[in-house]
Structure formats: C-alpha cells, structure tokens
C-alpha cells in the first residue's frame, strides 16, 4: 500500500494570498486524485491527473503531477474564504489510499 | 448532477446492537465501495463490491462487517454487535466502469456508538 504524505497538515492565510500544499510518496502513482472535503460532507473530487508531468487548472486552482509521477502539488492563487476546507490527495483505482490532509482556512 | 445519498445522516446506537447504513449509488455506476473516517484521522477504504460480490477489502473489514445489494438501486453496510470504536462518519462512493473511474461521495453517515 502507497503512503501518501501530505504536508502541511494545516495552513491558514489572509484572503487574496497564493498558497501551494503537497502529497508526496516514495513510490510512483499510476494516477492521483484530489479531493475536497468540508465539514459534514464527503469529499468532492476536483481533478485526476494521469501524466507525469501534467498540469491541470481549475479557476484559480492549479494541480501539477510531478515527472516522476511520485508527487503533486496543487497551487490556489488569490485564496477566497470559500477555498476553505479539507484537501485530500488519493490513489488508487478500487481501493482509494488518501492521504491525511491538508486543512486549508482562509480568513477573510 | 446525479450524486450518491447516503441515509440517515446521523446514527445513534447501543454497543452491542447490530446497525444498517444504507447507500443509493449513482444509477448507471457499477462499482460500488465503503469508507471510513475517524474523527481526526484520514479517510479509510473498508471495501469494493462489483458484479453482486466483493472485489477487496481491507483488514478492518472483518466479520463484524458485511454488505449487500438487496435491490437494483442500494447498497448497504452492516455492522454487528457495534463497539465503542466503530465510531465514525461512513461513506458510501461509486464508480463507473473502466480504468481511472473517479469516486464520487455521498456526505456520509455519522455513527455514534454509546
């Protein structure tokens, strides 16, 4: 089973700041999922990426698989108080492995 | 957008006492799983079921635990003889068919064991 790290585990900003949080393993992801999770809900899936080296955006978020397809990273750039949440990295086709989070606040 | 519903929101049972959490997949999914978080701690994988029977399970999904899809359109987990430990919001996803299907979530059930 792949462990995924992801780091850091809490982070919490000004409205309008960038910010960049990260999921690492030491082993090579055949795909990576990211997850939003906010308080009473189940998380929600914001991309896949596939490719290593691959970048999606999504508005004002932005997900890079790294080339070695063992990291990824996911960029929000001009936080709103609605980015706010639980961001959860996956693997994994059946059987999801997450990693523990990063809990993201942003205040307005 | 069609989503997964997951009922009741909020279960409150005796330890010992047998529950039912009941999951309504998306219509045209066929894979169909159970998660498991602890209050605090990440987001478990508990089992996939594909084809009416179990593809994997995890090692906490022991004999207290068993899932069934009595009809065309639910899928349940039911937990025996509850411990204080089973404690926790329970997700129900599902999947399309084919390589990288994502998950998609229902917004849980909370169990709370007393």
């Known amino acids: 089973t792949q462990l995924l790290e992801q780091s850091p585990q809490f982070l919490s900003i000004q409205e309008g700041e960038n910010l960049t949080v990260y999921c690492n393993s030491s082993s090579v992801f055949s795909s990576l999922q990211w997850y939003r999770q906010e308080p009473g809900e189940g998380p929600v899936l914001l991309v896949t990426?596939?490719?290593?080296?691959e970048v999606k955006k999504l508005k004002r978020l932005t997900f890079q698989f790294g080339d070695a397809r063992k990291d990824s990273s996911l960029h929000i750039t001009a936080a709103q108080p609605g980015d706010t949440g639980l961001y959860l990295c996956g693997q994994g086709a059946q059987k999801l492995v997450f990693g523990q989070g990063t809990r993201l606040t942003i205040n307005p | 957008e069609p989503e997964v519903t997951q009922t009741p929101s909020h279960q409150v049972t005796q330890m010992g006492q047998e529950v039912i959490l009941r999951c309504v997949p998306i219509s045209n999914h066929l894979y169909f799983y159970w998660y498991r978080q602890i209050l605090g701690q990440k987001v478990e994988f508990l089992v996939s079921?594909?084809?009416?029977?179990?593809?994997?399970k995890s090692e906490i999904f022991d004999d207290q635990f068993s899932v069934e899809r009595p009809d065309g359109s639910n899928f349940t987990l039911k937990i025996r003889s509850t411990k204080l430990e089973d404690s926790a919001m329970y997700f129900c996803?599902?999947?399309?068919?084919?390589?990288?299907?994502?998950?998609?979530f229902g917004d849980g059930t909370r169990l709370s064991i007393l």
């Open positions: 996803a599902s999947s399309g068919l084919g390589g990288n299907q994502p998950q998609h």
């Open positions: 079921f594909y084809n009416n029977e179990i593809s994997e």
């Open positions: 990426v596939v490719t290593g080296g």
